[in-house]
């Protein structure tokens, strides 16, 4: 069984301009031990997402189910959610500078962390365990570290103290939000390879949220791709990287700069994400999309399988077989567009390929 | 290093016609730049800043080294990329080269003239010369001003073109850099992040410098915006034979846009030499951990990767460890390390624009990652 079971989730948040539409029925499962990469650009519901389910989405309106453990997240009432969050469900936020008090030791940061889910710990075991934990996850002389205040710790060290903080109740779950985007390379590499050891050893499930291709290529299992609010595409993660489905997916591996193609030019994807109040009619990335054809522009794709090993899916009404970069793929890929596409789809054709950073990628 | 007479810059300067949109012309360097075609040579450049104490009298109590004795140089056309970790006085270097903040020690040299710390009127023609474009594309344009005035600014500020001129030489610009020209008129609000960088980048261009310094101009775009500002960037270089200092935390995009890379550590250049030579041969374990700390897109790659896994965080630059500044992270470090600085210097086997600041470089086919310990101390 699944440790986190969500089914058509949808968030929205009504504003003076509009209603923000910011996950638009989205379904996914993260299984026990396993790392679930979500990957999206800025404005794509991914943080939203997994904030809807702690219930950290103040004057969002949420439908849909989260079973977590059998237990349905969505409309649960307050006080049963904040048994679960933080002691079940941990979370890291991106940035660790915000998400400690400033005026709070860290030591006592994460000692109340720990009486705030069982008061019958004494005030000197929890912080006995704070320094234990500040030590497993590699703060140097956790003894006094644990008086210091969050800024007489470097950027890495602090987060490693929210990491502690996450695990110090033994979560099932831990979810990362974007927890080593403020980082640098060598310390990035640290913390996620400290992310990988305390998985292994406890068995935690991941669920890691990035716009960073290559911490998922890093540490993820399985991985979604979402656009403006849905999933785009849901595969294990050589499936998404090198066995691609979507046009989006197939652009965000394009667009990053890979040593194999030093110097020459990169094929970015045209224009911008779109807003979450004015989303596009039909597939929400068809403004965008090399491959446009007519019913892009009425019908929504929803995910389906595609491929021929299971699990692989994609919201695209290209061919199901059309899989990868590979000539035979993209053969496929054009026979359908030039089926599919007549006299509207060509418009928005040509508006992508007029565009000046379309670098000629539009199939016409 | 020749020493060049200070007095080179005001007097190519005096000489400047002024007014007019034409690019600038000086007179030849004194004597020809050593290594060819350079534009801008820093020789030596160090930037230290003092650290206050808080009592009634504010005495000078420490000493930030930012920059510490940095030499580079960059030719006509070409790229070169600044790479680096938080703190390690990469864009205090740009600042320097810009002219922007005075150095403590050490020589800038644009076209062959020396141009330190120049008195602000002598360095106005130079100013255009060179130009910047920054990180953050929100905080660098004023949020009450129209773009058309922003772009237009250095227009103002050097008093080429006024009026109907100018703003048709801010559209001309506006085009280029792939924004409409009719969007003269709005603000920065009304425009996206990749767009506000493209407004950054015209501004940058208005007065066709010889010199560009991007201090991290794709850091705050996703991927796919990112990929279009790189594009754009590579599109006006070929254009117009602009020079980059390209300074980036992302080691893939340093490498892209790059012809030859410099990489900093705690204000020091650690190894500095052409792209390939530096991604491809490193010799610095710092440079080799960087490279193998920087996730590829690429899962099978990531699989078979030997990462080397630093310990610690980078120390202050208030008291940089003394010997290389990088030993109480290295890997490779021994006594030796501890007490002698390492010159910056070629390395047996390596081409002589390849230099390493190491005593004990990687050789070719050894690991550095070590298996039995991942974490930290």
């Known amino acids: ?194 992310l990988l050891r305390l998985q292994q050893e406890s068995g935690t499930a991941l669920l890691m949220i990035t716009h960073d291709l290559g911490v998922v290529a890093d540490i993820a299992d399985d991985v979604m791709v979402m656009y403006a609010g849905r999933a785009a595409e849901k595969a294990t993660k050589r499936d998404i990287f090198y066995a691609e489905h979507h046009p989006y997916t197939k652009g965000l591996l394009e667009s990053i700069p890979s040593s194999s193609a030093a110097g020459t030019r990169l094929r970015p994807i045209t224009g911008q994400p779109p807003s979450l109040i004015h989303i596009p009619a039909g597939c929400a990335f068809h403004p965008r999309c090399a491959y446009v054809m007519d019913r892009c522009l009425t019908d929504e794709p929803d995910l389906h399988p595609v491929g021929d090993a299971g699990g692989h899916q994609s919201a695209c009404w290209l061919p199901v077989s059309a899989l990868g970069p590979g000539a035979a793929a993209e053969d496929l890929r054009v026979q359908a567009v030039e089926l599919g596409r007549t006299s509207r789809a060509a418009q928005v054709a040509e508006a992508i390929a007029a565009a000046p950073e379309s670098e000629g990628s539009v199939i016409r | 290093m020749n020493q060049r007479p200070g007095s080179a810059g005001p007097r190519a300067a005096a000489k400047f016609p002024g007014g007019g949109p034409e690019p600038l012309v000086f007179d030849a360097p004194a004597e020809p730049e050593p290594g060819g075609d350079v534009l801008i040579r820093a020789d030596g450049i160090t930037k230290h800043f003092p650290v206050y104490g808080s009592g009634l009298i504010r005495r000078k109590v ?41 150095v403590t020690a050490g020589k800038v040299y644009f076209e062959g003239h020396d141009i330190t710390n120049l008195p602000r009127r002598t360095m106005q023609p130079y100013r255009r010369e060179i130009q910047m474009i920054f990180q953050d594309p929100y905080g660098s344009l004023n949020p009450r001003r129209r773009v058309g005035s922003i772009i237009g600014d250095p227009f103002a500020v050097h008093n080429t073109a006024t009026g109907n001129e100018r703003k048709k030489a801010v559209q001309d610009l506006m085009a280029r850099v792939g924004l409409n020209p009719e969007h003269y008129n709005r603000f920065p609000a009304e425009f996206s992040g990749g767009q506000r960088q493209r407004i950054g980048v015209a501004r940058a261009l208005a007065l066709r410098p010889k010199l560009i310094i991007c201090d991290e101009p794709v850091s705050a775009l996703d991927v796919s915006i990112q990929a279009q500002v790189l594009n754009l960037l590579a599109d006006l270089q070929a254009d117009f034979g602009l020079s980059y200092l390209f300074i980036a935390h992302d080691l893939e995009v340093v490498r892209h846009v790059s012809e030859s890379v410099t990489v900093m550590y705690l204000g020091r250049i650690a190894e500095q030499g052409p792209s390939d030579q530096v991604y491809g041969h490193s010799r610095h374990p710092y440079t080799a951990a960087l490279l193998s700390a920087a996730p590829a897109a690429d899962p099978d790659a990531a699989a078979q990767r030997q990462r080397i896994i630093l310990t610690g965080d980078v120390p202050s630059p208030i008291n940089p460890p003394a010997g290389c500044r990088f030993h109480p992270r290295c890997p490779k470090a021994q006594n030796h390390c501890t007490t002698n600085e390492p010159p910056l210097e070629t390395k047996a086997g390596d081409p002589p624009s390849h230099r390493t600041a190491c005593h004990y470089p990687v050789q070719q086919g050894e690991t550095l990652a070590r298996s039995g310990r991942r974490e930290p101390r």
């Open chain 2, 62 to 102: 420490a000493l930030v080294q930012a920059v510490d004795g940095v030499s580079l140089s960059i030719r006509r056309g070409q790229t070169l990329g600044l790479v680096g970790e938080t703190g390690c006085g990469k864009s205090t270097l740009a600042r320097c080269i810009a002219g922007l903040i005075p």
């Open chain 1, 1 to 194: 069984m699944s440790l986190l079971e969500v089914t058509d989730l949808r968030v929205s948040f009504p504003t003076a301009d509009g209603v923000v539409q910011a996950v638009r029925g989205v379904s996914f499962s993260v299984e026990p031990g396993r790392t679930l990469g979500i990957v999206g650009e800025s404005g794509s519901g991914k943080t939203v997402l997994t904030q809807s389910l702690l219930g950290l989405t103040p004057g969002g309106q949420i439908s849909g189910t989260a079973l977590f453990d059998g237990v349905n997240l969505v409309g649960l009432d307050p006080r049963s959610l904040q048994k679960i969050r933080g002691k079940d469900i941990a979370v890291i936020f991106q940035d660790p500078l915000t998400s400690l008090h400033p005026l709070y030791k860290v030591g006592w940061q994460i000692s109340e962390m720990i009486r705030a889910h069982d008061k019958s710990i004494s005030k000197a075991a929890a912080t006995e365990r704070a320094i234990e934990l500040l030590g497993h996850v590699g703060i140097p002389r956790p003894a006094e570290r644990v008086n210091d205040y969050p800024h007489q710790f470097s950027g890495g060290m602090r987060q490693r103290a929210m990491i502690a903080m996450a695990i110090s109740l033994n979560p099932k779950l831990i979810i990362a939000d974007e927890p080593t985007t403020a980082l640098d390379a060598t310390v990035q590499a640290q913390i996620l390879d400290l």
